[in-house]
């Protein structure tokens, strides 16, 4: 890992050999564009496993490969400025390693170790601080960006913004992300967790406004455990702690949420607090977690899963998603979840509105009063035969106009996804940077290919 250190500066600042290093990677990557003979589709290579859901029939495994995996430098720190620039195969993992001994990390640090940089962008990944900044994006200076042609294109919110907006959510399919810069926010050694027992969604609610409202807590997210227990993890960071969890072996952190009313875990500890599972971690035998314990985590689940292919669901595959509801509809959302679902723990995460993002409708926006949305995770619910629990998320999210991530199953008609997201917007921005369409658009991506119902002629 090659990480180069510079202070104060405006733009992406790095060193010369760094940045000789980075432009001729991005120069190889233009190249191989320029060159390419098949029309595609087209899709990238990583060293990192994805961490949208693998799927068994997804039709793009077989894409041509654009390989990325040398995109996976941290470039720059600035402690003063308190920014990182890096390249996008970074993991979040690396990137906390990196600044943590500063005194720095960034903003929003996703769950799981091995989630990259432009992976959180691509995939719009949220945690315990996106209650005060939003999403990882939201936190985002400046992208360097490869398109389709091989054009190397660099914006910001000021700079070109539509395109900064649009590669949120894209899911590689506006371009090539090769180049990033990103606010850092200064910590402390600890976090200190108090968990809040609520015994109704109401005054779970009036906890999440309050610490929304008021200055003081650091990090905040829960879980809905039934209709009459939701438990709020209210995190501040702290210099001293009294005694240290880790949950990296015998115990897991979704375990002790409703066992403990207060809990003290090392910074890198608590970012990563859920890597073994959010919900519920396997295995569950406590012999069984002494041999293995340290060995099964999300990114070796994925390896595995995206290796052995033919070992996944052929139909009725487990619910795993993630949807985002307006705050002031969550019991809606929750006396239909708790009447029709009925599957527990719920991981809620709230998330600030920090502006109309151009990757979805005016028309959905039009709909929407609230400064704050409730991300709730489901993981792992199983379907009974003949329901599609999936297609029956995205239904009840369109009563209540909420929204959904795209990273699992997604069932939408043609018509109703892109009355959720923006096409205007998007196809103003692929008719320049992928004008071929070599990456597929986003609803042929996310909704047919991932599924293997995309033909070769789709594009």
Known sequence: MLTESVTGGPGMGTSSRAQSLHEAKVEAIARQLKQRKGKGPASFKKKSPPHSVPKRFDSRRRDEKVDLSDLDQILDIDPVGMTCTAEPAVTFDEVVRATLPLG?????????????????????????????????????????????????????????????????????????????????????????????????????????????????????????????????????????????HRYDWLTAYCESIPRRSEDYLPTYDYLFRYNRGVTHVKPKNLLARA??????????????????????????????????????????????????????????????????????????????????????????????????????????????????????????????????WNKDSYQAVKQRTDPDNLFRDLYVKTCKAALGLDSPQAG
Not at 340 to 345: A, R
Not at 389 to 400: A, F, H, P, S, V
């Open 104 to 244: 720095l990390i960034p903003y929003i640090v996703p769950e799981h170790k091995t989630i990259t940089l432009g992976g959180a962008i691509a995939g719009c990944s949220i945690e315990s601080m996106s209650f005060r900044q939003g999403g990882f994006h939201d936190t985002c200076l400046e992208y360097e960006v490869i398109t389709a042609k091989g054009d190397v294109l660099r914006c910001s919110p000021h700079e070109d913004p539509l395109l900064f907006q649009m590669m949120h959510g894209s899911f590689g399919t506006l371009g090539i992300l090769s180049r990033l810069r990103f606010k850092l926010v200064r910590c402390m050694p600890y976090v200190r967790v108090t968990n809040e027992t609520h015994t109704s969604l109401e005054s779970f609610q009036k906890g999440i406004q309050h610490h929304f409202q008021n200055e003081g807590a650091d990090y905040l997210d829960g879980q809905i455990f039934s209709p009459t227990k939701h438990v709020l993890c209210v995190g501040h960071f702290v210099d001293k702690a009294p005694y240290v």
């Open 291 to 420: 041999l293995f314990g340290k060995l099964i985590h999300s990114d070796s689940v994925l390896r595995t899963a995206n290796r052995f292919t033919q070992l996944l669901p052929k139909k009725d595959p487990p619910v795993i998603v993630d949807v985002f509801v307006p705050f002031s509809r969550t019991a809606e959302f929750m006396d239909w979840y708790h009447r029709e679902m009925k599957h527990y723990p719920v991981w809620c995460v709230p998330f600030r509105r920090t502006r109309d993002y151009e990757w979805l409708t005016p028309q959905w926006w039009s709909g929407m009063k609230d400064p704050l949305f409730l991300d709730l995770a489901v993981y792992g619910m199983p379907q009974p035969p003949g329901r599609n629990i999936y297609k029956e998320m995205e239904d009840e999210l369109q009563r209540i106009n909420g929204t959904k991530t795209l990273i699992s199953y997604n069932y939408y008609d043609e018509e109703t996804f892109w009355s959720i």
